[in-house]
């Protein structure tokens, strides 16, 4: 079946750091790939989405490569605020689109 | 108000007793989920529905009960809950995915507590 792998949190940075959480998947046929976050107390928004392999979303700053090769989808950004501080989700879509699956989430704190 | 919203925000029940939490949205999207979120689960589908009348089973379904008679509401209900349904539950909605990009729009989120 469909999988994603986080790297576990919490990834504790300063202001203006370079950020990267890493994402890998696994799936059968040509998912699409997610990326949401999750502000405390809230449910989750999409932040950035690619539908198929060698495709960049983006979003906020936020960037994600679909790599088939790597069958990895890491999220950067080159400057992190204080308001970046969050939850972030990684998820598939299977063939059909009708669900997503979702790694564990990794909790970002962004120090001022 | 637009959107998608849960109710109630905040529920404290006892073992074996009957809960239904409401979800409600606006967009007369056709599909709509229920997921429960643990730590170091993430989020796990309980059930879907595709349509007015259309549920299916998603990965961790037992112990719930959904029905969808509206296109606006997708309640789920816990029969019996057990401490184990302690979570937080997000309800979400899609258009139909091929013509959406796959995305969901999530609700608030109920935090249940089984004592």
């Known amino acids: 079946g469909n999988s994603v792998t986080q790297m576990e949190g919490p990834v504790t940075l300063s202001e203006e750091a370079f950020l990267t959480i890493n994402c890998t998947y696994t799936a059968t046929g040509y998912p699409s790939l997610f990326w949401y976050v999750q502000y405390p107390g809230e449910g989750l928004q999409l932040l950035l989405k690619?539908?198929?392999?060698?495709d960049k979303g983006s979003n906020k700053g936020f960037e994600a490569t679909y790599r088939k090769e790597t069958t990895s989808f890491h999220l950067e950004k080159g400057s992190v605020q204080v308001s970046d501080s969050a939850v972030y989700f990684c998820?598939?879509?299977?063939?059909?689109?009708?669900?997503?699956?979702f790694g564990g989430g990794t909790r970002l704190m962004v120090k001022p | 108000d637009a959107g998608i919203t849960q109710s109630p925000r905040y529920k404290i029940t006892e073992t074996g007793r009957q809960v239904t939490l409401m979800c409600h949205q606006t967009?007369?999207?056709?599909?709509m989920f229920w997921y429960r979120q643990d730590l170091g689960h993430g989020l796990r589908l309980i059930y879907y529905?595709?349509?007015?009348?259309?549920?299916d089973k998603g990965e961790v379904p037992d112990g719930y009960v959904v029905s969808r008679s509206k296109t606006e509401n997708f309640p789920l209900t816990l029969e019996s809950a057990t401490r184990s349904q302690t979570s937080v539950y997000f309800c979400?909605?899609?258009?139909?995915?091929?013509?959406?990009?796959?995305?969901?729009?999530f609700g608030p989120g109920t935090r249940l507590t089984v004592t």
């Open positions: 529905s595709a349509a007015a009348d259309i549920t």
């Open positions: 690619a539908t198929k392999a060698d």
């Open positions: 979400a909605s899609s258009d139909v995915p091929r013509t959406s990009g796959y995305e969901q729009y």
């Open positions: 967009w007369s999207h056709s599909y």
């Open positions: 998820a598939l879509s299977d063939n059909a689109g009708n669900m997503l699956t």
